[in-house]
């Protein structure tokens, strides 16, 4: 046995590597950008100035602090068109953009010129200056200056992130027809020529094959993995060090945020399965010992009620009942400890002492659910064991019901429940965000919930890979139990 | 036997669980809130939390006055004397405020503050460049250690605010070997900023972790000290002793009660049972339709002082002026179409059904509450028939019968149907169905189509919407109208989603916001409402009121407009409440 459980704990180590890659490269090639999230003051009217060139640079500077600049892997796997520098480009539309151009036309030199014409021209537009211009010239008024001038900006900003033929095409007409009807934008004309030049380039010069024969671009170790594994020798020791990062939603350490709310995930989890275990396990031996009877249909009626009833209303439920002065004032309506009394000194009894009574409302609405299943597969597996010859021998034998029962009969039918067994360990890290809310239990449900809405990258692979790690651990304890209780089940 | 043991442990686990009722006569305020502050770091954070936790232990030099809604001097002897050309302002510190190791605020503090502020290396990337566009240096008085100028980059209506809401921090605990003392202004301005190895480790130690969330780090030089952060639960601060303004007699340095406990209840079925409960004693983060039901409970209105009070955020409804034509049809380009969405939305209707009637309106880009807010400008009302008026004069006629208004354009006939995007969310939604059926009256089909907030977002930088619900938050304080209505921030992707502006619009925000003069500030902010009124680029909703309730075991129980609405240092418990505990009667 042990050696059994030895060779399944090194298998952990190369799953574990691809589940830390999955999520890796899951997580960084979803949509949204949390250098977007971070560099905006949501919501708000704003008081200062504040101009694009510099918000620009401040998301560059935020991407290379956070190591986002950087290629994903050690290598990528494109084709012979696409560039290994497209990691390079810091805007995230304009990278999807080259990457749609690229595999149209299979060109990446011509795109690349044709990107670097735009920006020309979107440089050459910001140096426009509407006042001097109608200083120079006074028939001219600053409306239709300013006017002319920000309809052209807008395409310059649309086409780099427009990679459709036919609305390129239109583009280009319309910032033709803008550039002739006002020629106080002369200065656009040679740069806007160039674009069209490099844009012509790109569909005469596609050399589509391309995109059909694959490439590998290899990055060596600067990379945003290599990063997160062994770290950068500075600031990040890397994962294999223990260190998981640090969160870009508040810089806190990944190991520390989890460490704060993991063990009230896991406690809850643990104390939820074992109550759930000891009403459903009885309940499912009565059932199947009473099977089809009055007291079996009544029991399976309740159970499956219970079953159906959502956990945040009866969460919500409870507390109206439990917790509210107009009815039964029980118990505390939220937290897991009382601010104005808790001491952090207390001993560890004091505290469980202490924390009671916020927790057996979230303990109930987390346990109710499971009693349906756990019952009926504990009654399934029971009417299994009892329709059996030994039993009926047990029986013959005049060993008492209760002997028969849970003795020899109980011991067998409990592999189902084992199974359900092995699926607590991953919940201590997912937790369950609709109790939690309810119940304002600081647990890791709420906060992995707020790391998927803010793109916060750390936390999700950390606790992604850590989820793959619990549930692995949960199959070997499944296992291994297996074989504890049933001895014709061995590992030798 | 086993069952009867599992009986007694269950009946024993409840009798030991029962909860042991708050005492009330203690001097703790528990004020609510809804999450808590991404760390408390007087640079490196922006939430809204932070700021409220930090008007009890933090500083600034000057202050917005929640109650009259004036700047005062805070740590600064008078407000700052502008020089002749408007660009230098001159400041003289308070004597006898004290850091907590008993030495003195003086300006090497406030330079040491401003530079942290304006470097590249502090991780205020959301913030910086507020206080980049509008400082230039700290010149200290080498004479006296409590005056310093402040040297602006420009004349800006900013300039003289600009301490408002930059804390101080104190050189000296931070920065004991002067490391920053060998970088310049200039160098921190300057585009290509040299990060020198020491500058970086220094960084590095100061952005850490720790100096957002242990409470030890977490010192200031306000009233209270942080003396717990339990994560996702509370942070508890507490009265120091001996602090230097304990004989100021400004309301900002009272500090009535011993702690002051930040509880976080995210869920309102909760936070209307704590209530109810008297878990909390401060609230502004209630429901709507909660604390109406809670103002149907004697016991309740015998226990709190409970308002609904407005406030200066908004909600609008903003019409793509600018379409490209091509994805997006030139539905609202005409100002009399623009005109006839605003006689069609029933937002008293809205107000009254979906906020309950606790709501207000406005008509331009200012609130009513601020002393700039246009007054000559009228709400336009709901009318239909002046709607169907306005549509026809625009062309837009039903010419096929099928109750649908179209027009030609381009040589194609237009149906006007259009799509309202919104976030997702059932408050959003109810509202959006309730525009859409008064539209259909007028012969316009409105489509529905939410989203979630970074498509949303995406797709109004991009302009690429017809008609869009959204909202923005909003203060006493000056809001610059840059962001939201000049014409730069359309061709730049900011936040003029609509296309709104001309050259006098933007004129006379540069005219609003280039000067200290408060008449001409004035004078250019009624003009610019009155034109973002003529030219209708928002429908203006409505601004939902900010939901009070403060323990009436406390005197002073003030409210306010601005946020955080509460003055929570000022709450004095009653003599008479400190000896016994409150008990609700039952029932009504």
């Known amino acids: ?492 | 036997m086993i069952k009867k043991l599992f009986i007694t442990l269950f009946v024993s686990a409840i009798l030991v669980s029962c909860v042991q009722k708050r005492d009330l006569s203690q001097n703790t305020v528990i004020a609510h809130i809804t999450s808590q502050p991404d760390g408390l770091h007087p640079f490196n954070d922006n939430s809204s939390m932070r700021t409220y936790v930090f008007q009890y232990t933090q500083k600034t030099l000057i202050k917005l006055d929640i109650e009259s809604l004036e700047y005062i001097p805070s740590l600064v002897k008078n407000m700052p004397i502008a020089s002749d050309d408007n660009l230098s302002f001159e400041y003289e510190i308070k004597n006898d405020v004290l850091w907590d190791d008993g030495t003195e605020l003086n300006a090497e503090d406030v330079a040491f503050s401003v530079k942290l502020m304006l470097c590249p290396l502090t991780n205020n990337a959301q913030i910086r460049s507020n206080y980049t566009s509008v400082i230039k240096s700290i010149e200290l008085e080498p004479n006296n250690p409590m005056k310093f100028t402040m040297h602006a980059q420009n004349i800006h209506w900013d300039n003289k605010f600009i301490f408002s809401e930059l804390y101080m921090v104190q050189k000296s605990l931070w920065d004991p070997k002067g490391v920053l003392d060998n970088v310049t202004f200039a160098d921190l301005l300057a585009k290509d900023f040299n990060e020198t190895e020491a500058l970086q480790q220094w960084f590095n130690a100061y952005n850490n972790a720790d100096n957002s969330y242990q409470p030890k780090q977490l010192v200031g030089l306000g009233a209270y000290q942080v003396t717990q952060w339990v994560a996702s639960q509370y942070i508890t601060i507490e009265k120091k002793e001996n602090w230097w303004g304990a004989n100021d007699t400004s309301v900002y340095s009272k500090a009535y009660p011993n702690k002051i406990i930040f509880k976080i209840i995210k869920e309102d079925a909760s936070s209307y049972l704590a209530l109810k409960n008297q878990e909390i004693d401060v609230t502004t983060n209630i429901g709507t339709i909660k604390l109406m039901k809670l103002q149907e409970r004697e016991y309740f209105n015998n226990n709190y002082d409970s308002e609904f009070f407005d406030r200066y955020a908004f909600s609008y409804m903003g019409l793509n002026m600018k379409p490209d034509g091509i994805k997006r049809k030139p539905f609202f380009v005409d100002q009399k179409v623009r005109r006839a969405m605003a006689y069609l939305i029933p937002i008293d209707e809205i107000i009254e059904v979906m906020m309950h009637g606790k709501a207000s309106r406005q008509t331009s880009l200012i609130s009513p509450l601020k002393k700039t807010y246009n007054d000559t400008l009228k709400l336009i009302p709901f009318d239909i028939e002046k709607a169907k008026q306005l549509l026809t004069e625009a062309g837009w006629v039903d010419t096929d019968g099928d109750n649908i208004r179209d027009k030609m354009i381009n040589g194609v006939s237009v149906p006007f149907s259009f799509k309202l995007s919104y976030m997702s969310s059932p408050t959003s939604k109810e509202i959006v169905l309730m525009m859409k059926e008064s539209m259909y009256k007028a012969g316009i089909v409105a489509e529905p189509t939410p989203m979630d907030f970074t498509l949303f977002y995406k797709n109004a930088m991009d302009h690429n919407f017809d008609g869009m619900l959204g909202g923005w938050g909003g203060s006493a304080s000056y809001s610059n109208p840059m962001q939201l209505w000049h014409t730069s921030s359309w061709v730049t992707k900011g936040s003029n989603f609509c296309g709104f502006g001309d050259a006098e619009s933007d004129a006379l925000i540069e005219q609003a916001n280039l000067t200290l003069d408060p008449e001409v500030h004035r004078n250019a902010l009624l003009k610019l409402q009155a034109k973002v009124y003529e030219d209708q680029p928002y429908v203006f909703l409505y601004s939902t009121k900010r939901k009070f309730a403060i323990h009436k075991r406390f005197n002073n129980r003030g409210m306010y407009y601005e946020r955080p609405g509460v003055m929570l240092q000022n709450l004095d418990l009653k003599a008479a409440f400190s000896s016994k505990n409150l008990a609700p009667t039952n029932g009504q």
């Open chain 1, 1 to 492: 046995m042990f050696k059994y459980t030895l060779k399944r704990i090194l298998t952990f180590i190369p799953m574990l590597i691809a589940i830390s890659l999955l999520s890796f490269v899951i997580s960084i090639n979803a949509p949204g950008d949390p250098v977007e999230r971070l560099s905006k003051a949501a919501g708000s009217e704003g008081s200062a100035e504040q101009q694009s060139g510099a918000s620009k640079k401040i998301k560059q500077e935020l991407r290379r602090k956070l190591g986002l600049d950087l290629p994903i892997f050690y290598l990528s796997v494109t084709d012979l068109a696409s560039s290994d520098t497209l990691y390079k480009v810091q805007d995230k539309y304009h990278k999807a953009n080259l990457e749609a151009l690229t595999h149209q036309s299979g060109n990446w030199e011509a795109v690349s010129s044709y990107y670097a014409s735009l920006l020309a021209l979107q440089k050459a537009h910001q140096k426009v200056d509407a006042k001097a211009i109608v200083a120079n010239d006074s028939s001219l008024s600053l409306n239709s200056v300013n006017e002319a001038a920000n309809q052209f900006g807008f395409e310059i900003g649309s086409l780099l992130e427009t990679a459709d033929k036919y609305m390129v095409a239109l583009k280009f007409e319309k910032m033709k027809s803008l550039l002739a009807d006002n020629t106080f934008l002369s200065t656009l004309e040679y740069p806007l020529k160039d674009v069209v030049k490099t844009r012509e380039n790109v569909l005469k010069n596609a050399t589509k094959w391309r995109t059909y024969i694959p490439a590998i671009n290899w990055y060596g170790g600067k990379n945003q993995y290599h990063l997160w594994l062994v770290g950068n020798g500075k600031d990040r020791k890397g994962i294999l060090r223990g260190d998981f990062g640090i969160s870009y939603i508040d810089g806190q350490p990944i190991a520390d945020k989890i460490w704060q709310k993991v063990w009230i995930s896991f406690g809850l989890s643990l104390v939820s399965i074992f109550l759930a275990y000891l009403i459903s396990i009885p309940i499912g031996i009565y059932s199947a010992y009473k099977k089809d009877s009055i007291a079996d249909k009544g029991m399976s009626l309740v159970l499956f009620v219970l079953y159906s009833m959502p956990s945040f209303f009866v969460g919500t439920l409870l507390l109206l009942q439990f917790a509210n002065p107009d009815h039964l004032s029980w118990f505390p309506v939220s937290g897991i400890q009382d601010p104005t009394l808790f001491d952090p000194e207390w001993s560890w009894w004091a505290k469980l002492k202490h924390r009671m009574p916020f927790l057996i409302l979230p303990i109930i609405t987390y346990t109710y659910g499971s009693f349906a299943f756990l019952s009926r597969i504990m009654r399934v597996g029971m009417i299994d064991i009892v329709s059996q010859d030994y039993i009926r021998t047990a029986r013959a034998k005049g060993l008492g019901e209760g002997k028969v029962i849970l003795k020899h009969a109980l011991r067998n039918s409990l592999l189902p429940v084992i199974t359900v067994f092995s699926a607590i360990f991953p919940m201590a890290i997912g937790g369950s965000i609709i109790i939690e809310m309810i119940f304002s239990i600081p647990g890791m449900g709420l906060e992995v919930y707020n790391a998927i809405l803010n793109y916060d990258y750390p936390m999700i692979i950390t606790v992604f890979t850590l989820s793959g790690f619990l549930t692995m651990v949960g199959y070997l304890v499944a296992d291994l139990l297996y074989a504890v209780v049933d001895p014709r089940i061995s590992y030798k």
